[in-house]
């Protein structure tokens, strides 16, 4: 039996690629490693738990010495890395434990993977081995009005997340050119919808608008990104894991710019006829407040070559989307009131009490 390890597979997207592998491949075994930090959540994996062909070990993908183990313990195949720290403005407050699990994490994964399938620029690329990397369109910088990120598009990351993801983009290419191993890389744009930690931009408001608390928009609400259902990066991420090339990048993206302030808007509009409150209702909670120093303005991923080279594209159009996903978060009050309890408190307060 095949086994794939996906590490950060308790946190939002590593959650929905565990449950597509884990439902789609009865005949490989999926390994979820996780630290299990605020953003990781085995709550999200509750109905595959118990399935064959998957299994979960916590741990630090900063300790070499656990990742060199987990190596030697099984023969794996595939490795699909998505654990990160994957929040910008905890970067701004935090970098170096961007640093930690982001660069020196991943390279103690590229150097348990080098060892174990025997990786040489003297010999040739392993066969049936493949190092899948997980990396954002925030490595490109900010676009202006006009004009989309290629995968050509040269690296000018402006945030410390970005900085240490674009750090760990250059490490696994560094891998493949000096070692031989054989990695594929993807660079998606912000994704949305269920189990999603209420830090970011759509849950944060879903749960501030369910509680009629204030709505925060950073600076003038003009910043725009390209917006992709969390589980088309999955079928995404398995179609480039079955069929990439070796070596290549895959820009990944669905087609959909919003600017922040007219995404809210829409969102405002779908929950005020969810909640049954009058239109326009939850418009009145929109707050202006400080900017995020640095906010990149634009963000536009041009996703046609995998489109054009794998035949993948997006299968859930944005109305269809939000909608599912402003369902999920009222469906489950208990997920969402148990993450926000405890440390997030601490960290809602640091992050916006002073900045109103
Ligand atoms: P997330 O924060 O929801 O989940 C990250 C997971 O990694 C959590 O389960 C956490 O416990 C785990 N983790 C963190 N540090 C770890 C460590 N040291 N060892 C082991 N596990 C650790 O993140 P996400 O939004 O699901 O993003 C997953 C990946 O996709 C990241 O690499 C991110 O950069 C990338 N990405 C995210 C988006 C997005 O819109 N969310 C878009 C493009 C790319
Ligand atoms: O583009 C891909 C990236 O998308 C991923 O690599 C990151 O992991 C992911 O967090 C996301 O980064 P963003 O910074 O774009 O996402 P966030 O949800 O934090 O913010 C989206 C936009 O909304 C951004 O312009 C900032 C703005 N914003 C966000 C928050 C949390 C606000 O105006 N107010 C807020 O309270």
């Not at 080279?309 to 978060?329: A, Q």
Request: one cysteine or more; charged letters at 25%.
């Amino acid at each position: 039996m095949k086994k794939i390890l996906v590490t950060g597979g308790a946190g939002f997207i590593g959650s929905h690629v565990v449950r597509l592998f884990v439902t789609k491949y009865s005949n490989h075994h999926i390994v979820n490693v996780d630290k299990l930090t605020y953003a990781g959540n085995l709550e999200n994996l509750k109905d595959i738990e118990n399935a064959s062909n998957y299994s979960f070990v916590k741990g630090d993908i900063t300790d070499a010495a656990f990742v060199d183990k987990l190596f030697d313990e099984h023969d794996f195949a595939a490795v699909v890395h998505l654990a990160a720290e994957s929040h910008v403005d905890r970067s701004i407050s935090n970098p170096l434990d961007f640093v930690l699990t982001n660069v020196v994490g991943t390279v103690n994964l590229l150097n348990a993977a080098k060892k174990i399938w025997h990786c040489s620029k003297d010999k040739p690329l392993p066969q049936n081995k493949i190092f899948y990397h997980v990396s954002t369109d925030e490595v490109y910088g900010s676009l202006g009005e006009t004009g989309y990120f290629l995968e050509t598009t040269p690296y000018d990351p402006q945030s410390p997340y970005s900085a240490s993801k674009a750090s760990s983009d250059h490490f696994v290419r560094a891998y493949f050119n000096t070692f031989n191993l054989p990695v594929v890389l993807s660079n998606c744009s912000n994704n949305y919808g269920s189990h999603q930690f209420p830090e970011k931009l759509i849950p944060l408001f879903i749960k501030n608008i369910r509680d009629k608390k204030s709505l925060p928009v950073y600076g003038d609400g003009k910043y725009t990104r390209d917006w992709l259902f969390v589980e088309d990066h999955a079928t995404a991420i398995d179609t480039i894991l079955h069929n990439g090339k070796l070596g290549e990048t895959y820009n990944i993206g669905g087609f959909n710019e919003w600017q922040n302030i007219n995404l809210i808007k829409l969102l405002c509009k779908v929950m005020d006829k969810k909640l049954g409150r009058a239109e326009g209702e939850s418009e009145q909670l929109i707050t202006y407040i400080k900017d995020r120093p640095g906010h990149d303005r634009r963000y536009a991923i041009d996703a046609s070559k995998l489109n054009q080279s794998l035949g993948w594209k997006p299968s859930v159009t944005f109305e269809e989307g939000l909608e599912r996903t402003v369902e999920w978060y009222l469906e489950n009050e208990t997920w969402l009131n148990n993450v926000t309890s405890g440390n997030y408190q601490k960290y809602y307060a640091a992050q916006y009490e002073t900045a109103e």
